[in-house]
């Protein structure tokens, strides 16, 4: 199993309106980033959210992922998600985005997807129905493999268009595209991600155990995909969760216990119903429900609500997902009640104490499943036109 992080961009209460603090807020996450590219973590996942406040203002993760991979060797970084909407990002500016992202990272990127985190969000870019979207992503994510591998790239759809022969550029970066991936918001999205050969990114709001069925299915699915939808097979599932994970476990308990605790989620209640939310869940302003005492967070970590105490504790902790099936557990940092030092701390901790123990392959999987890359589409749809050119500055040669 191997572990990443998750950043929102997550500036709660006042500081959500004060640019010093906004400013401080990024700059930690690429901060925290770069210092788990040092501490074995694999992943470093950016969200993309426009117009949430408190939530998240991160909304150009394009911007800071060239900034994070300038700075480390080896942490892969995703997009968490790239929003495929036509009405959002044309698909041919999506296709040049994660072509650039491919090699200004030097293959470290990964290219998640999906539809939007809900109405407000999408109504920015004057999008009214949320279901209309649905349609967008399954058009727009089958053609951009397509226009990554074609010279003259045409199409005419039904939410967009290309209409005359183009060479979109540039193409990814040597073997194969970046992993995909679609955030799974929905149970029947992680069928569809296990049809289309593509790694699912869940959210775990519910006891890891009720995951179980949408894991096997998605396994199912996957291990039944004669013809996926890029160059290769990404059979991953991604788990989001919070963590914990201290020296002082009575620390780590305390933060658990605290006030506050669960606001991030209340925000989630509110701006995402693109996808179901729990029973009973408090929607923001409301406040956010406290765990009462330590017999309750016992049964909240044993349901795999969160992972909480020291390296020890986390380890047994972690096998629950094992057992479920995840093949990457990531993390929302900062979490709610934990500081800044503590980040650093659960950073550094996790990674030399905990992925060790779970993680011994120092090779990603989707570096081994994007080496299986194969081309689907020929390299022309039109006979290429006969040109010669007479002579080339001698920079232009291939060396």
């Not at 770069?34 to 694999?42: E, G, I």
């Not at 959210?49 to 942490?75: C, D, G, N």
């Not at 519910?206 to 998605?218: L, Q, S």
Request: glycine content about 6%.
């Amino acid at each position: 199993m191997e572990f990443g992080l998750f950043f929102n961009g997550y500036t709660p209460g006042p500081a959500a309106h004060d640019s010093e603090a906004e400013h401080l807020t990024l700059m930690r996450e690429i901060e925290y980033a770069t210092l788990a590219d040092r501490y074995n973590w694999k992943y470093a996942w950016f969200g993309e959210h426009h117009a949430l406040t408190e939530y998240s203002h991160m909304s150009a993760p394009e911007v800071v992922m060239p900034y994070v991979a300038r700075a480390t060797e080896r942490i892969h970084l995703g997009s968490a998600i790239m929003n495929l909407s036509p009405r959002v990002n044309h698909p041919v500016r999506n296709a040049e985005r994660v072509a650039m992202l491919d090699h200004i990272t030097n293959n470290r990127y990964e290219w998640g997807t999906g539809r939007g985190a809900g109405s407000h969000e999408i109504a920015s870019f004057n999008i009214l129905d949320k279901n209309s979207t649905k349609a967008e992503w399954e058009e727009a994510i089958r053609e951009i493999p397509r226009m990554w591998e074609q010279k003259d790239y045409q199409y005419e759809g039904e939410h967009f268009t290309v209409p005359t022969p183009h060479n979109i550029l540039p193409k990814p970066y040597g073997i194969g595209h970046p992993p995909i991936w679609v955030a799974c918001g929905n149970p029947p999205t992680f069928a569809r991600a296990g049809e289309l050969g593509i790694g699912a990114i869940a959210f775990n709001f519910e006891p890891i155990f009720a995951m179980k069925n949408r894991v096997d299915t998605y396994k199912e699915a996957i291990a039944n995909c004669t013809e996926p939808l890029g160059q290769f097979k990404n059979d991953n599932i991604m788990m989001t969760n919070a963590v914990i994970c201290l020296e002082d476990r009575d620390e780590a308990r305390r933060i658990a216990l605290g006030e506050g605790r669960g606001y991030q989620y209340t925000m989630v209640a509110l701006y995402h119903d693109t996808m179901p939310v729990k029973e009973g869940a408090a929607v923001w302003p409301k406040h956010p429900p406290r765990i009462p005492n330590e017999e309750v967070l016992d049964q909240v970590i044993e349901a795999g609500l969160m992972l909480c105490g020291n390296p020890d504790e986390v380890c047994e902790q972690v096998e629950r997902y094992q057992t479920v099936g995840c093949d990457q557990l990531v993390f929302g940092m900062p979490a709610d009640g934990v500081a800044h030092e503590q980040v650093i701390e659960i950073i550094e901790l996790f990674g030399t104490k905990v992925i060790p123990e779970f993680d011994t392959d120092p090779v990603h999987s989707t570096t081994r499943y994007r080496q299986q890359a194969k081309p689907r589409y020929p390299m022309f749809n039109n006979p290429p036109p006969d040109i010669q050119v007479d002579a080339l500055p001698e920079h232009a040669l291939i060396r």
